[in-house]
C-alpha cells in the first residue's frame, strides 16, 4: 500500500519504519527543513524506553537516578531511573530507521489541505482523498492519493482539521523551557509544586550534568510570566529558549476515520499528569503498524494505553484542585521509606498498578480523592 505520513517526529518515523519494513511504500512529509528542530520537549523518559530495543547511546545525554519532590514546606528525594535524551539526535534516529526501512523523507513538504475525489454515480467504491502538498523550498505543489494518511504533525493536526475531525474541547499546556548553566546534582530530576510557581502543573530542573540543566514551567495561561519569575527566583539566565505547544488526553477524540489515522501529539496521547507523550506515542505506533498490517481494529489495538492515559486524566482531575497544603501533605507521605520503595517500583507509564500498591501501603493517600468532586 502506499502510505503519506504527515509529520517526522519521532512517532511518525517510528510507525514508518514499522510500515516500511512490511513492505509499504511509505512517503513522510515533514514542514521544518530539518528534523528535530525545533525542539519543543524536555526529552526526559521513563526506563519503559528499553521495550523498543533502541540504541540509546545514539542520542542519550545522561541517565538520571533520582527524583526531587518540592512542595511550599515539603520536600522528598526518590530513587528513579530515568533517561535524558537529546531531542534532536533522539529524532534522527527514528528517521534514520524510517529511511533505512525504505521510507522516504521529504523535508520543507508542508500539508496545505485535501481534495475530494468525486466517485461514478454508480459505483459504490469508495474514494480516496487527494492531498495537496507544498514543497516550500522550490515553491513547487504536488498531489497525492495515498491508500493510507497518518496525522503525525503535532498537537494542532492538521489533517484531524482538514479531515473534520478535530475534537474542539481538546485541551492544551504551553510550556517554555531554558537551557542553563549553574551548579546542579548530576542525575536529578528537581520538580516543583506550588500555586505560585506553577498553577495547575509544575516547574522542573533536569540536570544535564553538573554545570548544566534544563528549566522548564508548563500551565494552561500566563506560561511565559510564571516561566520569568521561576528563572528570576532561581538566579538563572537563559542560554537557549525553547516553548512549545503540550496536549492532554482526551477521551473524546477519535483515532481514525476511513483510511484516515492520528498517531502521538496529532491524537491526544500524552499523559495528563506529566505531559509525557513519547512512550504512549510510540506503544501507539506499534498498534497502528499492526492495525495495517493486520486488518485489525486501530481503537481495539490501542485500548491497553487508553486504559493508563484515562487514569492519568483522573489523577489530573484530582491534582487540579489541590491546595499547596494538599502538596505538602501529599509529599510528607510520600517521604515514607515503604511508600518509596513502592514509587521505585513502578514508572509513570502504569498509573493504575502504581495507585493500588499505593492504597494498599498508605490508605491515607485516599484523603486526595475528595478533590476529585
Given at each position: 500500500m502506499k502510505i503519506a505520513i504527515i509529520g517526522a517526529g519521532p512517532i511518525g518515523s517510528y510507525a514508518a519504519y514499522l510500515l516500511a519494513k512490511q513492505g509499504h511504500v511509505v512517503n513522510i512529509y515533514e514542514n521544518h527543513k530539518s528534523i528535530g528542530a525545533p525542539i519543543q520537549c524536555t526529552g526526559l523518559l521513563t526506563k519503559d524506553l528499553d521495550q523498543f530495543n533502541l540504541k540509546k547511546q545514539e542520542f542519550l545525554v545522561d541517565t538520571l537516578t533520582k527524583v526531587k519532590v518540592n512542595s511550599k514546606n515539603q520536600s522528598t528525594k526518590i530513587d528513579q531511573h530515568e533517561y535524558l535524551v537529546c531531542r534532536t539526535k533522539f529524532d534522527n534516529h527514528f528517521a534514520n530507521l524510517a529511511k533505512q526501512a525504505g521510507a522516504?523523507?521529504?523535508?520543507?513538504?508542508?500539508?496545505?489541505?485535501?481534495?475530494?475525489?468525486i466517485s461514478h454515480s454508480n459505483s459504490n467504491t469508495s474514494t480516496k482523498p487527494t492531498i495537496i502538498i507544498k514543497n516550500t523550498k522550490d515553491n513547487i505543489t504536488i498531489k497525492q492519493t495515498p491508500d493510507i494518511i497518518i496525522g503525525a504533525a503535532g498537537p494542532l493536526s492538521p489533517i484531524a482539521k482538514a479531515f473534520n475531525f478535530y475534537?474542539?474541547?481538546?485541551?492544551?499546556?504551553?510550556?517554555?523551557?531554558?537551557?542553563?548553566?549553574?551548579?546542579?546534582?548530576q542525575g536529578l530530576i528537581d520538580t516543583y509544586f506550588s500555586k505560585d510557581i506553577c498553577p495547575?502543573?509544575?516547574a522542573w530542573i533536569v540536570s544535564e550534568s553538573k554545570t548544566t540543566a534544563r528549566v522548564g514551567v508548563a500551565t494552561k495561561s500566563n506560561s511565559k510570566h510564571y516561566f520569568d519569575k521561576f528563572l528570576k527566583q532561581n538566579h538563572f539566565k537563559a542560554k537557549e529558549i525553547q516553548a512549545g505547544i503540550i496536549p492532554i488526553y482526551n477521551p473524546k477524540q477519535k483515532l481514525n476515520q476511513d483510511n484516515i489515522y492520528l498517531v502521538g501529539d496529532s491524537s491526544t496521547f500524552v499523559k495528563a499528569t506529566t505531559l509525557g507523550g513519547l512512550i504512549p506515542g510510540l506503544?501507539?505506533?506499534?498498534?497502528l503498524a499492526t492495525s495495517i498490517n493486520t486488518n485489525q481494529d486501530y481503537k481495539k489495538l490501542c485500548k491497553p494505553i487508553i486504559r493508563k492515559l484515562k487514569t492519568h486524566l483522573q489523577i489530573r482531575k484530582i491534582l487540579d484542585n489541590f491546595s499547596d497544603k494538599d502538596f505538602n501533605y501529599m509529599i510528607k507521605l510520600t517521604s515514607q521509606p515503604r511508600i518509596k520503595k513502592v514509587l521505585q517500583k513502578h514508572t509513570r507509564e502504569n498509573p493504575l498498578s502504581l495507585l493500588m500498591e499505593l492504597a494498599i501501603k498508605e490508605p491515607r493517600f485516599a484523603y486526595f480523592v475528595k478533590n476529585l468532586i
Open positions: 522516504k523523507i521529504h523535508l520543507s513538504h508542508t500539508f496545505i489541505g485535501k481534495e475530494e475525489n475534537e474542539k474541547s481538546r485541551e492544551n499546556y504551553f510550556g517554555i523551557q531554558a537551557i542553563v548553566e549553574g551548579q546542579f546534582e495547575g502543573l509544575f506503544m501507539q505506533a506499534k498498534a
